[in-house]
Structure formats: structure tokens, C-alpha cells
């Protein structure tokens, strides 16, 4: 199955309506003949908005860095998953490895954040990934599968037919070091293996994007790779076009 290219930048808590307004007239300017892949930009919530407003007339799509898992409520500070539909996000970001070591996610609540966006038509993106010590001790793949099965387990394999998985060495995240290509298509190979080995059609049809210091200068090598069907990009994502030209990489 032919699956189109995905392109993710995770903006984190970056940027001002300033800088947004340049970066997306850089980008509009630059980006000329629509390329191949769909791409899509999650600024933090409180951007959303105007972003949206930004990006009215172009192809490129909204998404949102996180959620919570319930539609209201006494939750002070979170924001909800038809909060981020109305908003005109397609996609959220979730189980980032930010929001799993910083702010104490378990697996089970990102496989209930991942059935909360699903509910409402959101695409989870479901980041997935060992750290540094787990990759040294060879149990990348337990981790990986571990991650993948809080959410079989809560949602069912059906939830994977058009679904988005980022596969995010921690140890690449921010760090300037990226995997090898052979490093994330072992990996990538292996999450579609296993969500073949229970619906074949969900694993040929899902996207799995690699993410960990992708750059433009090594997205072409990455881009080759048969199971890297795209990428998450923090860090290189703020320069329109750095991140314009790591799309391009994905053009083939
Ligand atoms: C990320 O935070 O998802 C990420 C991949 O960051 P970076 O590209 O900066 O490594």
C-alpha cells in the first residue's frame, strides 16, 4: 500500500504570534510547488487559534502537542479533545517522551489520551521509544512493544488502520544525535511486524515516522528507508526552512 509521506513539526513551547506570522509567510513563500507529502504544524494550545487563521489558505494541517483524556471538566489547565476538534486540529501528539519523563505519564494514560482524541475524530500520534540504558541493555523492542500494547489493550488493534506512530529514540530527542537509518528501520520494521502479526491491512496502512534530531541534512538517508514513512521534528521544525526542506526530503 502506497502511503503518503507525513511530515510533524512539534513546535513545543515555542514561539510568539510574531515569529508565527513570519514563519508561516517564510514558509508560504518558499514552499512553492506543493510537494508530495501532508504536513502539519502543532504550535502550543494557546496558538491554535491564530494559526489556524495563518494557515486558511494552504494545505498544511493544525495539530495540538497533548490532552486530556476527558471531554470536561475540573481539570484546571488541560484542554480536552473536542475543545482541540473545534479549535480545527486534525491531529494530537501523544505519550511524547517530554510529557511521559517530565510530567509522569504512564502508559495508561496515554492509551486513554490515544481512545479520547480517536472518539473525536482526532489523529493520535503515538510516540513510542526506548531511552539511552534500555537501548544498552537491548530490550529496545520489549519497550516499544510494552508501549504499543497499553494501547491494544485499552483500544483494540482496529485503532491502528490509518494511525500514526512516531518512533522517538529518547537518547535522539534534542541531542543532535540521530538513529542510524538501519537503527530506525530495525525498529520501524519491527512495530509494523508486530501490528501485522495481529491485522495485517492496519500495518500496511499506517504511517511510522521517525523522530530524534531529524535535520535537512540527514532526512535523505532516513527518507529511504522502507518503513520510515515520514517524521516528527522538534528542534529543526522552528526554522521554516530547515523544515520545509526535511519535507522535501520526503519527496521522492
Ligand atoms: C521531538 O521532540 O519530538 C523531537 C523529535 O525533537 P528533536 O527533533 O529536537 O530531536
Same mark, same amino acid.
Given at each position: 500500500m502506497k502511503r503518503i509521506p507525513l511530515v510533524i513539526a512539534n513546535w513545543k513551547m515555542h514561539g510568539q504570534i510574531e515569529w508565527m506570522q513570519h514563519y508561516i509567510h517564510e514558509f508560504v513563500k518558499a514552499s512553492g510547488t506543493p510537494g508530495q507529502s501532508e504536513i502539519v504544524l502543532c504550535p502550543p494550545f494557546v496558538y491554535l487559534q491564530q494559526l489556524k487563521v495563518l494557515l486558511r489558505e494552504t494545505e498544511v494541517g493544525l495539530g495540538a502537542q497533548n490532552l486530556h483524556d476527558?471531554?470536561? /471538566?475540573?481539570?484546571?489547565?488541560e484542554v480536552s479533545a473536542p475543545m482541540l476538534k473545534e479549535l480545527g486540529c486534525s491531529y494530537v501528539v501523544v505519550g511524547h517522551s517530554e510529557r511521559r519523563r517530565l510530567f509522569g505519564e504512564t502508559d495508561a494514560a496515554v492509551a486513554a489520551k490515544f481512545a479520547a482524541a480517536r472518539l473525536y475524530s482526532l489523529v493520535p500520534i503515538l510516540c513510542v521509544g526506548e531511552n539511552e540504558a534500555e537501548r544498552a541493555a537491548g530490550i529496545t523492542e520489549r519497550v516499544v512493544q510494552r508501549q504499543l500494547d497499553a494501547v491494544l489493550q485499552s483500544c483494540?488493534?482496529?485503532?491502528?488502520? /490509518?494511525a500514526v506512530i512516531a518512533y522517538e529514540p529518547v537518547w535522539a530527542i534534542g541531542t543532535g544525535v540521530t538513529a542510524t537509518p538501519a537503527q530506525a528501520q530495525a525498529v520501524h520494521g519491527f512495530i509494523r511486524n508486530y501490528i501485522a502479526s495481529l491485522s495485517p491491512s492496519s500495518a500496511s496502512s499506517m504511517r511510522v515516522l521517525y523522530g530524534g534530531s531529524v535535520r535537512a541534512s540527514n532526512v535523505a538517508e532516513l527518507a529511504q528507508e522502507p518503513d520510515v514513512d515520514g517524521a516528527l521534528v522538534g528542534?529543526?521544525?522552528?526554522?521554516a526552512k530547515e523544515f520545509l526542506a526535511i519535507c522535501a526530503g520526503f519527496n521522492k
Open positions: 476527558s471531554e470536561q /471538566g475540573a481539570f484546571t489547565g483494540g488493534i482496529d485503532v491502528f488502520a /490509518g528542534g529543526a521544525s522552528l526554522v
